[in-house]
């Protein structure tokens, strides 16, 4: 049995999707390795200069003026563009300097675990270099000597020359290392990996493990780095590296290892279970969704309905329904996320006939334009596209199928024709705004094109 939807007969929207993908895949790796961008902050006195396996999350420099700095190593933006750079390298799209790359990531992110804060010049000799505006963005001495051993990877970012950020920043994060784990058990996992090279990138995973465990329990800040709590998005990420990690470590003969990390991410599951808001209306019908997080002061977040549930669905990638895209409750989720934005943005407000909602991130969102993101309506297009993956007769399939198409033609009418992403585009006008050519918008669409060919091929299957 085979189905279709409108989207898949029409020869210019499968065309565009090639063609996005070529250049999002160009434009991606600019950001890899980026050994030949020097960045400047006279400001702070800097200069960084990359060395091999760092990943930025721009290749554009910008100084706030008005574009963002960007030129960093995030540890949670990284791990989504080197599993980006795993599909495009099983997709024939690029070689075997995909492999190099992953290698030089690898070797990179060991030689940060290594670094520590009380190495760091002290506070009154960094203070000469930097103008007295910005004074008030340096660390302090205490802060950073609390910055070795698990703390490292906790920092949320550091400069892609391999040094320590000495900013202030929201700190600590720990949704990096479990995300790197789990795109680093897929590259794993799919026997590309030579011997020599997986002996390099085991050690990466086990670090990214024990963290993981030692850690998920903990408070941290947010995907967005704006409020200290236990967030959704952590947990599930969490949870996910841990029960992956545990196949993984049965198969090296460290059962009691696996064991633990098999009970802590049922441990996780529980947890997030309680992320339930349960609503009734006058009908008595049930409506909810999973809240993004819980403060550390107990106080309610305007921020609880938040994208980063949806796109811990797709980043985490597990078999198990729940808390996947075939949870309704996490379906439920979406249509409360699709209809906020709806209704919030004035680009969603008669829009042409055949486009979803473009997404932002939460309610009252202010960075730049407060959205839209391109990130976040690709994640919702490529959790729809899962969703449809997972089964079901044809009218389930065609309305995913479409629905994700129609947020997918939402991305194709905010991208200008060379095809550049930026973060955002405006919520008004549809500019694109904030840091430009993003690499996690071109690995999301990298990421939602992928799955929207693994459930076109589901459709094909014997039923």
Known sequence: MTFSVASQQDPAFESWLERQLSHSASAMLPCISPVSIVKHRP???QTIRPVAGAIIASPVLGNYDPDPDYFFHW??????????????YVDGRIGDEALQHLRDFTRFSLAVNGLDGRAVPAEQSRRARVAPEL???LREDHDLASVHGDAVVAETRVNPDGTLDVLRWARPQHDGPPLRALALLRWAAGGHLDAALLAEVTPLIRFDIDFTLRHWREPSYDIWEEELGHHYYTLRVAGAALAEGAAWLEGLGDAALAQRCREESRAVQRLLDDYWVDERDERDSTRGYYRSRVLVDGQPSAKALDIAVILSAIHSLGTEAAHGPADPRMQATLARLDALFDAAYPINHGRATGRGAAMGRYAGDVYYSGGAYFFSTLGAAEFCFRAAAMGGDARH???WMGRGDAYLATVRAYTPAGGDLSEQFDQRSGAQTSAKQLAWSHAAFISCVSARRIAAAACQAPQ
């Open 135 to 137: 004074l008030q963005y």
């Open 397 to 399: 399939w065609n309305q």
């Open 75 to 88: 540890f949670r933006d990284s791990a989504v563009v080197i599993d980006a750079l795993r599909l495009l």
């Open 43 to 45: 400001g702070f006195g």
